[in-house]
């Protein structure tokens, strides 16, 4: 499947990767075999038996037969060897019933023929006589390999399948690998018995068998070498050096064979002076004109004894000249093509033995295969460099979408914001749907996007989680509210059931939340009106273990692996549905991030069961109850006054707080709510906005303008929708009634946390302004609407071209600066407003689209307030920070206010800075 953002060509460069990548493994299975059966027969000391044991299994397995048979000729018929799968009845059969050496049989045809047979299927062929071993045995498929000692065929390699799968070319060289080593085993054995018959040349017998012995160690290090290597290189120069030292020479060199042009390239040189090596690659080898060639053409080792007397070539001119005299050329071939020439060479004349030119010609069979592995190497390098360059393609054009994408959609947000907090004069019922809607659309579409970019960033490793410590209740709570709405209107019974005391978890807050917001979502949106969706946490040997059950429609079996794929929603989905199918893919990987495990267990028309599994270190694992530290003098926690006219309401917040371990105080008027914070200096204050005589908004403006007070922050809990204004004169966190209770203690919570240094009401109420720098006329327009009715004076800048010169111009309290821009971006701006290593201008709030890397967040660090996303900004919260930097700008009166900033503000959640100069946050501002 293509991915979204994702081109053909680079699904169709993955699949051809991952074919390389498996024929690699198969090849180093083979050679690792092969270097099993060597070293065997290194050990062996004359004993074939072992060899044929290591054959007929390695065999068997490789290509996945049933039985593998080792056959020696017998006078007119054929012994059984050695075998591996066969049952003894089979095995009594053939001692009872020898075969005879006809063509009735697979290994009469190969030992007449003298080569490779194939039988597709034992029932179908009309002159396979041995029916009764067949019905015995059940084999179908069958090939075999002669077993050849100097000019004698001697025996035969059988591999036969108990079902109908005819074996392809690949099975067919490793069988005629086998083959040749169990033939090679065969010749060991009568070398010793050739010393045992010739007791009068024992010495000489014994220095030639430890010769062997060499060459076969030799050989087994070679198939190691390539086992162990993919780089080419390092393989090719084990190849030469070993054939050189085996047979004696002084110098070699590898060929590669290209089939395109008929030329030979040397690729690997042993014991040869540079001046030749350079000769040598200049040289126009080809195979049709050259003697290397003629070798590769007739697949025979050819030898020149003596290169004076011989005709010169190209390639053969280069080694006269160099002082060569006599050489040795093996082909480099595969079944079906030729793949090289590996070349030895002497200083001296001489004939090469028949012994050294058959080592040669066995260590070419692994020099092919090794070559064909360096040229399996050097496509997957190439490709994955091509991966790599499409990765980046990819990425930078996610970037490029987030940064076209979002900038229009936080326009769409932010604009059906600021007309619903009603900035611009009242709504009507209709118009207030219509930009509910608006607002939830773009809203909506925005968690696509950030879906389709956080996938992406998993894909590519980029995907970093936030661990924190933090109650999972919470987070539960809070999940199961933002779908409480749906599910009500719909009459789904939506419940939870959690153990006592689920206490404390560590991982990242805001995904976990995401992701259990994704199952609470899909459980509502699949399950009809009327059902239920139940909730259920434990711990599980410390573990956080949740699950969500619907009674919806269900998942079929066939759709319950896939479902977790993207962009796949499997047959519940409909046309009528909403959703991607990126949901379930992003959550699963998310929870597979925090080391833990998601599943499924559903059946159509039973509902559906979506679990997850979050592993905790045992430090974690107890459950235990977050509380405030009881005072000194009270033995109570923090004090908090609750101002509440509505005696239910007050007792209903002050249970809250006492179960959190906090101390409420609760008055019921604006005026005794004044006179409790200057008394009793709380930790807080919950505020009601309509109260009896003096109103929320009065005492929280009373509050923020005296300085014994402003330190306190302000918890404002009211049926009244207009947070921007409560921000605007100071208030800390601002909860729209009914509010739930682990919203309000989070609340509070947050503010108790990260009490930040206020801005006085008034205080810059004259002679705020701002300049904005962004290339796009939407964010400038939106940011003028949200901060000039907050009487601020906004400067607005198209592009980072003029923007430095603007800033000393105008020298406002607070700087906006976008990151993307064409010509000078924003980087490239704070560089120069930064130009002597130290501020030169007012602080430099960041607001972007784009998704920061490390190495953006290091140019920023130390020069900025602080970063918001474009993508779903809280307006009213972005206006309360500018006016805490913009203030705090003015009370140092150092000329900027970067890397000082901390503290928590935010619409739907809280973030706080870390007091290095870099906050940022994702969904809101930091």
Request: glycine share 8%; hydrophobic share 45%; net charge negative.
């Amino acid at each position: 499947m293509v991915k979204s953002g994702e081109a053909p060509e680079d699904s169709i460069a993955v699949m051809s990767r991952q074919a390389l990548v498996g024929r690699l493994a198969q090849v180093k299975e083979q050679f690792r075999a092969t270097s099993d059966i060597l070293k065997v027969l290194t050990s062996s000391s004359g004993d074939p038996d072992k060899v044929f044991d290591a054959v007929v299994e390695n065999a068997r397995t490789l290509l996945n037969a049933a039985v593998a048979q080792i056959y020696l000729v017998k006078g007119e018929t054929y012994v059984i060897a050695r075998q591996s799968g066969m049952s003894d009845e089979h095995r009594r059969l053939l001692e009872e019933h020898p075969i005879k050496r006809d063509r009735g049989t697979l290994v009469g045809r190969v030992t007449i023929d003298r080569q490779i047979h194939h039988i597709t299927d034992a029932l179908a062929d009309p002159e396979y006589s041995r029916s009764d071993l067949q019905r015995m045995a059940g084999f179908r498929s069958m090939i075999g390999a002669p077993l050849i000692v100097g000019d004698e065929v001697v025996g035969a390699l059988n591999v036969m399948r108990n079902r109908v799968a005819p074996f392809d070319d690949v099975d067919e060289r490793v069988l005629a690998t086998f083959a040749e080593q169990a033939a090679l085993a065969l010749r060991h054995v009568d070398l010793f018995a050739a010393l045992e018959s010739r007791s009068a040349a024992l010495e000489s017998r014994s220095a030639e068998l430890a010769r062997k012995v060499e060459q076969l160690e030799g050989l087994a290090d070679v198939g190691a070498a390539i086992s162990s290597t993919l780089v080419p290189d390092e393989m090719l120069a084990t190849i030469v050096s070993h054939a050189v030292e085996l047979s004696g020479t002084d110098g070699g060199s590898l060929m590669e064979y290209d089939e395109s042009t008929g030329l030979f390239k040397v690729r690997t040189v042993y014991g040869t002076s540079d001046d030749t090596v350079a000769a040598l690659r200049a040289a126009e080898i080809h195979i049709d004109r050259t003697w290397v060639g003629r070798a590769a053409r007739t697949r025979r080792v050819l030898q020149i004894p003596d290169l004076d007397e011989a005709p010169l070539d190209e390639h053969l001119a280069v080694l006269h000249a160099a002082g060569w005299k006599s050489l040795v050329a093996v082909p480099l071939a595969s079944p079906d093509r030729v793949v090289g020439v590996l070349v030895v060479r002497r200083k001296r004349t001489g004939s090469f033995s028949g012994e050294t030119c058959d080592l040669l010609d066995t260590f070419a069979s692994q020099s092919a295969v090794a070559l064909t592995n360096a040229r399996l190497y050097q496509q997957l390098e190439l490709q994955s460099a091509d991966l790599a360059e499409a990765s980046r393609h990819k990425s930078e054009f996610l970037a490029s979408m987030s940064h076209e994408l979002r900038t229009p959609l936080n326009a769409v947000i932010g604009f059906s914001e600021v007309l619903l907090e009603r900035m611009f004069g009242d709504l009507n019922e209709r118009q207030e749907d219509y930009l509910k809607d608006i607002h939830s659309a773009g809203r909506h579409l925005l968690a696509l996007l950030g879906d389709i970019l956080d996938l992406s960033k998993i894909e590519a490793g980029r995907m970093e989680l936030d661990l924190t410590t933090f109650l999972v209740d919470d987070v539960i709570g809070e999940a199961l509210a933002l779908v409480r709405e749906r599910a009500t209107l719909h009459g789904i019974d939506l419940t939870l059931e959690a153990e006592q005391g689920l206490g404390l978890v560590t991982a990242d807050e805001l995904r976990l939340k995401q992701v259990l917001l994704n199952l609470l979502s899909n459980a509502v949106k699949f399950t009809p009106d009327g059902g239920s969706v139940a909730v259920h946490a434990r711990r599980e040997g410390g573990d956080l273990v949740v699950t969500v059950t619907d009674s919806g429609i269900g998942i079929a079996r066939e759709d319950q692996a896939r479902i977790f794929d993207s962009f796949q929603q499997g047959s519940r989905s409909a046309s009528t549905t909403e959703g991607t199918g990126l949901g379930l893919t992003l959550s699963k990987q998310i929870v597979e991030l925090h080391g833990g495990a998601m599943w499924v267990r559903s059946a159509p028309g039973e509902g559906s069961t979506f679990g997850l599994r979050i592993p905790q270190a045992p430090a974690t694992a107890e459950a235990r109850e977050e509380r405030w530290p009881a005072d000194d003098l009270s033995g109570a926690g923090p004090i908090v006054v609750v101002i509440e006219d509505d005696p239910r309401s007050a007792e209903l917040v002050a249970l809250h707080l006492h179960g959190a371990g906090l101390h409420p105080v609760a008055v019921g008027t604006g005026e005794a709510g004044l006179e409790a914070v200057r008394r009793l200096s709380p930790a807080a204050v919950v505020l009601d906005i309509h109260l009896p005589g003096m109103t929320g908004w009065d005492v929280l403006e009373a509050l923020k303008a005296d300085p014994s007070t402003a330190a306190v922050p302000v918890v404002v809990v009211s049926v009244e929708p207009e947070r921007g204004r409560g921000f605007a004169l100071g208030a800390t966190e601002y909860l729209v009634k009914p509010v739930a209770g682990e919203h309000l203690l989070a609340a509070v919570s947050r503010a108790l946390q990260h009490t930040r240094t206020p801005v006085r009401a008034g205080a810059l109420a004259e002679g705020r302004s701002v300049v904005v720098v962004d290339d796009d006329p939407l964010a400038l327009k939106l940011v003028r609407s949200t901060l000039e009715p907050l009487r601020w004076t906004v400067h607005t800048c198209s592009g980072g071209l003029d923007a430095a010169e603007l800033v000393r111009t105008v020298n406002p309290s607070v700087v906006i600066m976008d990151l993307l821009m064409p010509d000078v971006d924003g980087f490239a701006v704070i560089d120069e407003l930064w130009a002597d290593g130290s501020p030169s201008g007012p602080p430099i709030v960041v607001l972007t689209a784009k998704s920061l890397t490390a190495e953006d967040l290091r140019r920023l660090e130390g020069r900025i307030a602080f970063v918001a996303e474009k993508a779903g900004v809280d307006l009213a919260s972005l206006a309360r920070r500018l006016a805490d930097v913009a203030a705090g700008e003015a009370a140092s009166g150092t000329g900027s206010a970067t890397g000082t900033g901390s503290g928590s503000a935010s619409g739907s959640g809280s973030a706080s800075g870390s007091g290095t100069g870099m906050e940022t946050g994702e969904g809101g501002v930091p």
